[in-house]
């Protein structure tokens, strides 16, 4: 079965924000909880209004829209999952001449939340589901 074939009063349960990459397309009511770019602006004290959501999660990544993005001087904040190349596209936007931070946010809002920063020049390892951060945001990298 499919999500959409559900029975009227079945219930469907998902974490974070339903419109910002969840289930917020299928009827019926939507109660919403924080979102993973709400919690990663807020640990980064990064505006909201500075950063472009993408999600690749579950989909195919389009680099050019990302630096397209980058070089128009907005920040980045991508959903990714094991498929995503951070380091590929790291390395795209180091010769396109745009050297940016790069913060790396796994398990936000849970006890094993952690946080790694770096650079488009030495990004912080990412693998599995994980928010990332990418612009001009002047954060120290984790050591």
């Given at each position: 079965?499919?999500?959409?074939?559900?029975?009227?009063?079945?219930?469907?349960?998902?974490?974070?924000?339903?419109?910002?990459?969840?289930?917020?397309?299928?009827?019926?009511?939507?109660?919403?909880?924080?979102?993973?770019?709400?919690?990663?602006?807020?640990?980064?004290?990064?505006s909201?209004?500075?950063?472009?959501?993408?999600?690749?999660?579950?989909?195919?990544?389009?680099?050019?829209?990302?630096?397209?993005?980058?070089?128009?001087?907005?920040?980045?904040?991508?959903?990714?999952?094991?498929?995503?190349?951070?380091?590929?596209?790291?390395?795209?936007?180091?010769?396109?001449?745009l050297?940016?931070?790069?913060?790396?946010?796994?398990?936000?809002?849970?006890?094993?939340?952690?946080?790694?920063?770096?650079?488009?020049?030495?990004?912080?390892?990412?693998?599995?589901?994980?928010?990332?951060?990418?612009?001009d945001?002047?954060?120290?990298?984790?050591?």
């Open positions: 079965r499919t999500l959409r074939e559900l029975p009227p009063e079945a219930v469907v349960l998902s974490t974070g924000d339903p419109m910002l990459s969840g289930l917020g397309y299928l009827d019926g009511e939507v109660v919403p909880g924080i979102s993973s770019m709400q919690v990663a602006c807020a640990r980064l004290k990064v909201q209004l500075k950063v472009i959501p993408i999600t690749v999660h579950g989909r195919s990544m389009d680099p050019e829209l990302i630096l397209e993005e980058v070089a128009r001087g907005k920040g980045i904040f991508l959903l990714v999952d094991d498929s995503t190349d951070l380091l590929g596209l790291c390395r795209l936007l180091e010769e396109r001449g050297s940016r931070d790069v913060a790396v946010l796994t398990d936000l809002g849970y006890p094993e939340e952690e946080i790694r920063k770096g650079t488009t020049s030495n990004p912080p390892p990412s693998k599995g589901l994980a928010s990332i951060m990418i612009g945001f002047d954060f120290k990298p984790t050591p």
